[in-house]
């Protein structure tokens, strides 16, 4: 099935959210869908609300109001892992490793969510934890030659160079088996090769079939891979479209690149 057949198909919906730190309101009152097999980009200034709202899609924090939905599930105020069993992952804006954790061994970590292996069974070895086991290290292996980690499987993830700590997190994501992978700018600080192999990366991932909702400034990114557009500013939406519509949209234009500027 290709794209344009799924267009009607929402995998997750997003009504009236909305959240407010003390006077700020971060989230306010947002509505918008994306679409099953897209690449939906978030863009927006800085302090637009954009990693507020994948907070509380992902369950980090609870809305004031309103209502996140997966497929027909609603899922707001779900703890994290609740939401990431029912086929929901991301990754964050700061790279969030463990040290002493090898590249193997952090994205078997991350297949736990969803084989619920438990500490109890995992100290007694039972038949059914070694058998959950094997299966997740394979899924892991598949993974790891998937973003192409296999090579380094056993370095410790923190000490890979930037974009390959990036992969890691995907890979971690990855493991949940998601229908859904939220990316919040994944590109950030990365150089101009890391951002395209990076870029390559997104598109093979949503060739599997996995849905992508990515934060990104870069617009370059932004236009060359999403097939839907949602620009916020001040927490609320301000236009929605194609990158063709929203390059030349006059409230794109004067919200978000002149802020760019006036940030440059
Ligand atoms: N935990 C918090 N406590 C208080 N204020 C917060 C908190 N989280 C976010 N905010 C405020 O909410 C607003 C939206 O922040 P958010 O981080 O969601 O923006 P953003 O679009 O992701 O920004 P950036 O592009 O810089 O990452 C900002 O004014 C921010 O200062």
Redesign the pocket.
Known sequence: MNKSDMTDTAILTVKGLSKS??G?K??NDLTFSVQKNHIHAII????????????LITGI?SPDDGEVRFFNNNITSLRSDRIAQHGVSRTF?NIRLFPDMTVFETVLIGTYLLTGAKLVPAILLTKSFREKEKTARKSVEEILKFVGLWDVRDEYAAQLSYGNQRRVEIARALATKPQLLLL??PTAGMNPKETKELMNLFTAVNEEGITILI?A?DMNLVNTLSDQITV?NF?EKLVEGTADVIQKHPAVIEAYMGKVEANA
Do not use: R
């Not at 200034?45 to 907070?55: C, D, E």
């Open positions: 730190f003390g700020v971060a989230v927006g200034p800085n302090g637009a609300g954009k990693s507020t709202l994948f907070n924090i804006q919040d700018e934060i400034h916020i927490g």
